[in-house]
């Protein structure tokens, strides 16, 4: 199905520029796709999350995370010059400054991230980061290297990446996208934990979604605050303002509530690994 959508997309001449997501696929598959895109006449923009980069051609261009996926795409509609690697490490720099401080409220102890999402893309993408910003392993319930799976997913080990909507999570109760109440429960959980220095969340907004997520998220974040006021949360918020939960209105909750905001996932988790990473003080 994904190389006949891929034809149909090519003979479609409302379509200008095409764009594949996909978790690695096995490299058979990859170098099936990479001979069936070489001569493509459209450009093409491909991200296989954190799978090697292949050869980009002249209008094929490889990503590695759905933020480097978005910025050469929009890149190419726009015609303007694929800087993307400079624009990333020009915005990761300027969060690094702003909060480079974050670093000496924590304890001795505090020294994990708690990363908090409600599906497993985000969750993935950040491990793929964390594979090379991190000096020690990420554990999930979702791992990238079955080395890496939670021996109980109900507790967290070391760095620790929770993939809330898998089955485990979800079997009889709604998925935690539209209901919060799971995730807040962790957070509590997490903020508990003496070597927790930052959670980090994703926050999904569209419909079929919670109503007010980031009310809700915020609400539970100062509470917890009053208990913890050293642990750093981390967000980013999947959507647009005209979603009826409101880009902005979703931002400016969580803002109150102290929470860093980041324009990516990928740039949270980035962020996130700076400020538990010692030798970057």
């Known amino acids: 199905m994904f190389f006949a959508a891929l034809d149909a ?11 594949l997501i996909s978790k690695p696929p096995d490299i058979a598959i990859v170098e099936k796709l990479t001979a069936s895109i070489q001569h493509s006449q459209k450009p093409i923009v491909v ?8 050869a980009s051609g002249r209008k094929i261009f490889f990503t590695r995370t759905l933020e480097e996926c978005a910025l050469v795409t929009a890149a190419v509609i726009n015609m303007t010059n694929l800087m993307v690697g400079y624009q990333i490490e020009r915005k990761d720099a300027e969060l690094q400054s702003k909060y480079q401080h974050l670093k000496a409220r924590f304890s001795k102890e505090q ?5 908090l999402y409600s599906g497993g893309t985000l969750c993935y993408e950040a491990q793929v980061i964390w594979e090379d910003a991190l000096s020690q392993p990420v554990y999930s319930n979702a791992p990238l290297k079955a080395g890496n799976q939670l021996e109980n997913s109900l507790f967290s080990k070391g760095h620790c990446a929770l993939d809330l909507g898998e089955e485990e999570f979800t079997l009889g109760r709604p998925h935690p996208m539209i209901d919060n109440d799971l995730r807040i429960q962790r957070m509590n959980q997490e903020a508990a934990d003496s070597q927790t220095a930052v959670i980090l969340l994703d926050v999904v907004l569209g ?8 009310e809700e998220l915020a609400d539970a974040i100062k ?5 913890h006021q050293n642990i750093v949360f981390i967000a980013s918020i999947i959507g647009t303002e005209e979603d009826p939960q409101s880009l902005s209105k979703s931002t400016n909750a969580l803002h109150q509530a102290g929470v860093i905001l980041c324009e990516s996932n990928a740039q949270a988790a980035r962020l996130a690994a700076f400020l538990v990473e010692k030798d970057n003080q």
């Open 223 to 227: 509470n917890i605050q009053s208990d």
């Open 111 to 115: 020294k994990y991230i708690r990363a």
């Open 207 to 214: 419909y079929g979604a919670h109503p007010n997520p980031a």
């Open 47 to 54: 991200c296989l999350l954190g799978a090697e980069p292949q």
């Open 9 to 19: 997309l090519q003979n479609n001449p409302d379509t200008k520029v095409i764009v």
